[in-house]
T-cell receptor, first 114, second 117 residues
């Protein structure tokens, strides 16, 4: 069974600081996704990582993928309050009816304090 | 592009009634749609996968007679919560896999918050 684990699950940090969220998965997967969810809202796609060594950056967020270690990281640089949200990673699981199921991590609730 | 809508965005109903939630892909055809539920402060849990014109595939532990899924066309899937009870109160999110897009990226709808009194 494919399992996806994130840590930390809760993160409270000060504006201007850097931090990293980790996402481990248990079996080989072709793709890894990062999503952001604001309270009461649905998921917003941040990154799709397709290969070993892939690195993508958007603003203060940078995601990387190490398929050999089955690990992805989401790095936050010089955090600002607007980045407060819950962040989920997900990986492609088994194919069903011609499409890949997503298996989600537990989510990391990030709070950035002024 | 790749917009997915859900209707309604929120619904309050009495225990014992049925509620239908629609999921539409607005600007693309989706051969496969997924239905998730999310309890407060928890992750998303896949409930079922539906393909246009065929029966849905339900995840283990999800009652197919309670959560009826109909994938009527390449742009519309519906989830009906039958005889809803307070424990069915949750945030329901659909996603649609874009047909012909090799990466099979899922595009998520905005969610429907169901409250059963």
């Amino acid at each position: 069974e494919l399992k996806v684990e994130q840590n930390p699950l809760f993160l409270s940090m000060q504006e201007g600081k850097n931090y990293t969220i980790y996402c481990n998965y248990s079996t080989t997967s072709d793709r890894l996704y990062w999503y952001r969810q604001d309270p009461g809202k649905s998921l917003e796609s941040l990154f799709v990582l397709l290969s070993n060594g892939a690195v993508k950056q958007e603003g203060r967020l940078m995601a990387s993928l190490d398929t050999k270690a089955r690990l992805s990281t989401l790095h936050i640089t010089a955090a600002v309050h607007d980045l407060s949200a819950t962040y989920f990673c997900a990986v492609d699981g088994f194919e069903v009816q011609g499409a890949q199921k997503l298996v989600f991590g537990q989510g990391t609730r990030l709070t950035i304090n002024p | 592009g790749a917009v997915v809508s859900q209707h309604p965005s929120w619904v309050i109903c009495k225990s014992g009634t049925s509620v239908k939630i629609e999921c539409r892909s607005l600007d693309f055809q989706a051969t496969t749609m997924f239905w998730y539920r999310q309890f407060p402060k928890q992750s998303l849990m896949l409930m079922a996968t539906s393909n246009e014109g065929s029966k849905a595939t339900y995840e283990q532990g999800v009652e197919k007679d309670k959560f009826l899924i109909n994938h009527a066309s390449l742009t519309l899937s519906t989830l009906t919560v039958t005889s809803a009870h307070p424990e069915d109160s949750s945030f329901y999110i659909c996603s649609a896999a874009r047909q012909g897009f090799g990466t099979d990226t899922q595009y998520f709808g905005p969610g429907t918050r169901l409250t059963v009194l």
